[in-house]
């Protein structure tokens, strides 16, 4: 029997989200907050020149793909660093920080996979309960100690989709030491409409220790190519790169990163209908009586506490597949205007039943 790492029988299961088909064979995939859209044209057909190159291995500085981000956001180009989705830059960043009696903050419940990746690095972790479904940003300031290494704000939060606005959190950084590294998960960026939620990239540019994580997979809709992004200063992506597995981000994905950035004018109105949809979806729960926190991203929340699954089950049946979190809420994404109308009637008659 091969011996393992002791961490691996206690390390939190990431629950990825599933499908689910109902008797009548309709099926809404709102469980892992994608793009409810097919990929634009020039985006396969990029895809499909890649692919005749696939016996080489892929650009491993991703040169085109920093090249274009540097330019889009106005950033020197070391600034950037690529991985293979978000969700591996971050595991990356907890790898540089790893070591023993390292603290790594972030806030309860936030993304899933913080606690698994910290675990993984051998990081521990510092949990600061969420008040008012919003990060504390005060209560995350105070946990902060001289073993934090690594500070993770989810802005807008995964899965209540609340926000932090700028002077909360500047001033935050103000206070946190310059030795630890603050990193802004701005996943759901592209989603934002509230003014007063900061561009993480103007916040990074004169702090050292500050560095926004963005992706590819949401908003851009190439979750199934897995293309994250850190910017920040030259020691940061610098770590970054070290610790990156060669060739991890692949030629396809890499190819449909450049070509989702030169049609970013389309991909930028499919999400001011999405973000279209997630008013008239949250309206329409309202209007049911749910309670549901203002959000800024591609999903709402829904704090079911013990009907939690029950919740989950009943839209099940309806083929809607949202992401239960047992005893807590579910959250849900928004999808096609035809899904989110199951969700609401899944809802409603939840409601009523
Ligand atoms: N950060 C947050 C807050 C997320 O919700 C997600 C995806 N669920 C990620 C990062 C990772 O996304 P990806 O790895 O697809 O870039």
Known sequence: MPRFRGILDELPAYRPGKAV????????????????????????????????????????????????????????????????????????????VGEPGAEVVYAWRSFEAYPLLADLAGVTSVRVPLAEETHDLEAMAAAVTPRTRLVFVCNPNNPTGTVNRTDELVAFLDTVPQDVLVVLDEAYHEYVRDAGVPDGLRLYADRPNVAVLRTFSKAYGLAGLRVGYLIGHPPVAEAVRKTMVPFAVNALAQAAAVASLAAEEQLLERVEAVVKERTRVRDGLLAQGWAVPPTEANFVWLRLGERTMAF???????????????????????GSPEANDALLSAAEDFRNG
């Open 312 to 334: 989950a089950e009943r839209c099940a049946a309806d083929g809607v597949a949202v992401r239960p979190f047992a005893g807590e809420g579910a959250r849900v994404s928004i």
């Open 21 to 96: 088909v109902a008797p009548d064979g309709r099926s809404f995939k709102l469980s892992s907050n994608e793009s409810p859209y097919d990929p634009l044209p020039p985006v396969v057909e990029a895809v499909a020149a890649a692919a005749r190159e696939i016996h080489r291995y892929p650009d491993p500085a991703c040169t085109r793909l920093t090249e274009a981000l540097a330019e889009r956001y106005g950033v020197p180009q070391e600034h950037v660093a690529l991985g293979a989705g978000s969700v591996t830059v971050a595991q990356q960043l907890l790898e540089t």
